[in-house]
């Protein structure tokens, strides 16, 4: 049995208000008023589209140090950071993964996230283990636009697999690849174009995708009418409803797409909604997620029994709750990058990475790996190969010791506004982790009077800094206070 081995998704805490980007730019768009409920999601400043994809594959995979099972990356994403690097490498090595492991990016299409699950399905099939398919998008719209309004931010991921702990099985999919132009972004540009969206509706999704329902659902041996979640993301208010009656699916069955809340994250949208229909989704149900994008795609899933069995580390229900509202829409265009505001002197730094230091101590940045003296079992970071225990100096008795799934506490912490920082006041401190361990970091996602001695904090990765001189970003990790601490787990 081939499919799914587990699922995970991420939502930014920040949401944005509509009605605070309505108001701002009701002087030039007043159209925009009738858009402005609800809010999407909104990344901080220090996230882009691979500090999220990190955080879904860990709500996928969990807390276990033990990740050799994964032997292949893909990383589905239209608003990769880097053009000429290995965005999958980065992600494999904050995760700590195998260093023999294929890594692959993949995009150019809305529907790359589902072109890689049937890369991923085949390439378990022909034996080649667990595959770990990751979607992530972090798309800019031009100040009042109506993608603005309807587009998010986020991530989710899937690992894919064969044997009997397999959560919903693979039952088979369709594809129909064609050069039908609903938008675009030329090399170097940020912002894509959108064309007419009748047009887009009427002549293209309407009429290219219910054939490739039809064959997926032929493939897999079902009957429309079997169907019991069907996923078809778009910001075209009911349309998903309207594909569905054309393709002869119940109109119970059409699943929310979050337009409320979150909106339209891209690449990653159909993951992330067929993550939240996995966490509620009972054994023997049919699930069909369906993509438009330079043609169509869909895939056809089988919930199994081992559904039970799994559950993500905190998982979509979980990232909704902890979401805080956003009305500042200045705030929103700084983190996007669309607003650049005045740094001071204190900002005025060359802030080159030395890439051969960062080399020898990738595991240390990218993975928060310290070591572990096996005599006296003291924890070091950065490691070292002098353990510095006092009175007790030994060498080459460290081993690696992962801290980033581990929990940890506020020793001591500091906030202050002289320094410049995207998202004043800078808050840092020092943090002591279960098994020992100290290290000091910055902390995020906060708000006043989150922070205090002894409250317990996790590890999210991170952007550490951007050389705008040479366009090169930097990563590592930071505490964040514990919240919900029982999502996930029954």
Known sequence: MFGILGYGGYIPRLRLSRRAVADANAWYAPHLLGKGKGTRSMRNFDEDSLTMAVAAARDCLGAAEDR???????????????????NAAIVAEALTLDGDIATQDSGG??????????????????????QLVIATDQRAARAGSSQELDQGDGAAALLLGEGDAVLAEHLGGAVRSADFVDHFREAGETIDYHWEERWVRDE???KLLPPVVAQALAQAGAAPAEVSHFIFPSSFAKLDRQIAKACGLRAECVVDNLAETVGDTGVAHPLLLLAAVLERATPGQLILVAQFGSGAQACVFRVTDSITKFR???GVASWLERGVEERSYTKFLSFQGQLELERGMRGEQDRKTALSTAWRHRAALLGLVAGRCEVSGQVQFPPSRLSVEPGHPRLDTQRP???????????????????????PPHTYGQVDFDGGGRILMEFTDIDKGDIDTGIDVEMVFRI??????RGYTRYFWKATPVRNPSAGKD
Do not use: M
């Not at 893909?74 to 608003?79: D, G, I, P």
């Not at 010791?401 to 995207?422: G, I, Q, T």
């Not at 550490?464 to 001189?469: G, I, L, S």
């Open 68 to 86: 050799s099972a994964v032997r292949a990356l893909h990383l589905s994403s239209n608003t990769l950071p880097f053009a000429e690097r290995l």
């Open 109 to 130: 299409s809305s529907r790359a996230a589902l072109v890689a699950i049937e890369q991923a399905i085949d390439a378990a099939r022909a034996g080649r283990g667990a």
């Open 204 to 206: 293209g999704i309407s």
């Open 312 to 314: 993500p580390a905190k």
């Open 401 to 423: 010791h992962k801290l980033a799934e581990r929990r940890a506490r506020v020793l001591s912490w500091s906030a202050e506004f002289l320094s410049y920082h995207r998202s």
């Open 464 to 469: 550490k800094d951007h050389d705008d001189r």
